[in-house]
């Protein structure tokens, strides 16, 4: 059972649910439209892990570099970024090697949040 749901806002939610998958692989779980059309909720899903997106105007500011908001756990991190990399996510820490036995990235995404993908798993 999931007990951590990151939430992530967007200025334009179907772009980024769409975006989301091609670039991270993730599905789509759930999409709830508001009255007029518009994404009210959507979850997606990877793996066992799950985060929540909604749209709002002030999707907030671009986070630095090294500001991390979620760290995802992927099989094959070189694949994983070389995919996300095909669709533009930008890359702004190519995949390396830690010294706790993890092999790491991290990109951006369409609307600026910073995700970290790697092989460690606590």
């Known amino acids: 059972m999931r007990t951590i749901y990151p939430i992530f806002r967007y ?3 179907r772009a980024a649910i769409d975006w989301l998958v091609a670039a991270f692989g993730f599905q789509v779980h759930a999409v709830h439209e508001a009255p007029d059309g518009t994404v009210a909720h959507a979850e997606l899903v990877l793996d066992t892990g799950m985060i929540m997106l909604d749209g709002r105007a002030d999707a907030g500011s ?4 090294d500001d991390w908001s979620v760290y995802v756990a992927v099989a094959d991190v070189d694949a ?5 990399r095909a669709v533009g996510a930008e890359i702004i820490r190519e995949p390396f090697d830690t010294d706790y036995g993890s ?3 991290s990109a951006r995404d369409l609307a600026g949040n910073v995700w970290s993908f790697g092989t460690y798993r606590p």
């Open 103 to 105: 092999r790491d990235y």
């Open 11 to 13: 200025s334009d939610p």
């Open 80 to 84: 994983h970024c070389a995919k996300a």
């Open 62 to 65: 671009r986070p630095a570099d």
